[in-house]
């Protein structure tokens, strides 16, 4: 790995159960997700609201960028104890985000569309 991050200016990034190879530049989940949402189609009527769920710690740049404007939230695993994290909810299980999905879909399917 080290040879490749060296020889092709790449970025060796780990995280759970994951290593990442990425361009050597300052870019990263949150300034990706800032790029995204700049790039969605937008009427501009009602404010976007993302909703951003990640399990790494490499998913906190995204919970920042999200905090203010969205729902960051953090899924839990059983080897994270109380690790510090940007996100104000979380899910406790990898589990929960099928439920939690599944929930905001039904709720999502039953609001009625508001005009702002």
Do not use: C, N
Not at 6 to 12: G, P
Not at 59 to 65: C, Y
């Amino acid at each position: 790995m080290r040879t490749a991050e060296q020889r092709h200016a790449l970025r060796v990034t780990t995280g759970r159960e994951v290593i990442e190879l990425r361009p050597d530049v300052d870019w990263d989940k949150g300034k990706t997700l800032l790029w995204v949402l700049d790039h969605l189609p937008h009427s501009g009527s009602a404010p976007l609201v993302p909703i951003y769920l990640g399990d790494d710690i490499t998913d906190e740049d995204a919970f920042d960028v999200v905090g203010p404007h969205g729902v960051p939230i953090v899924v839990r695993h059983t080897d994270d104890g109380d690790r510090a994290t940007a996100a104000l909810f979380a899910l406790d299980s990898p589990a929960r985000v099928a439920e939690f999905t599944d929930r905001l879909a039904r709720q999502l399917r039953q609001a009625p569309l508001r005009a702002t």
